[in-house]
């Protein structure tokens, strides 16, 4: 039986035991997610709830009975967290990568994508396409999972994903800093019409609902792809992919280089 360790031979994030989940907490390791067996509070677990809440760290109160399950019947003792595959950057991570490069910010915002391989996919083909960053939310949306790290083939350790706890107010942020909002929808204009020049913000929607109708609120233009199909929709990380390196090839014809 475990006992108070994170669960590495099971190739999983999750860590397991009171004392596991303050020596994560001590380090300042990075935690996705808090989960509570309902009721429980006694002991240390207040201090740690309080701790992740101070660090704006998402708890959640599970079933007990789903916490044995996902510990594996491990001694879990009413907690366990989830831990990110990869530390989060800020913004000014971005802007700074950004200003390294003498480019205009190239960033990819995710409105409430769930899937850990179309995050991953996202991420891999932002790092190719020469983007500066990606942004996704606390809540709602997959966080930086070992599939998501899988999937991204190593373009974690060169790419800044920033996570927020509020997508909109971010994108306002951006605004501010002199970023250009584009969301992918259905009755946007053109694609391959779209003037990318300047600071870029790329909005990807959910796979099944799309772009939130306040982030499409947010956003300077809507950009749509042709769907010449019997289906009226991409995955979310191949439109990504599509727009991104529409965005690369307008930057490379720009500055007279060749993206190939």
Known sequence: MKNETTAAADHTELIIGRNAVLEALKSERELNALLVAKGERVGSVGRIIATCRDRGIVVKEVDKRKLDFL???????GVAAYAAAHAYASLDDVFALADDRGEAPFLILCDNIEDP??????????????AHGVVIPKRHGVSLTWAVSKTAAGA??????VRVSNLAAAADALKARGVWLYCADMDGAPWCRTDFSGGVGLIIGAEGSGVSRL?????DFVVSLPMKGKINSLNASVAAGILMYEV?????????????
């Open 215 to 219: 982030m499409r609120e947010k956003s």
């Open 117 to 130: 391989h179309n995050l991953g996919a996202i991420i891999r083909t932002a790092e190719a396409a020469g």
């Open 156 to 161: 974690l350790e060169y790419l800044p994903v």
């Open 248 to 260: 690369a090839r307008q930057r490379g014809e720009k500055e007279g280089t060749n993206h190939g």
């Open 71 to 77: 510990c594996g019947g491990g001694n879990h003792q």
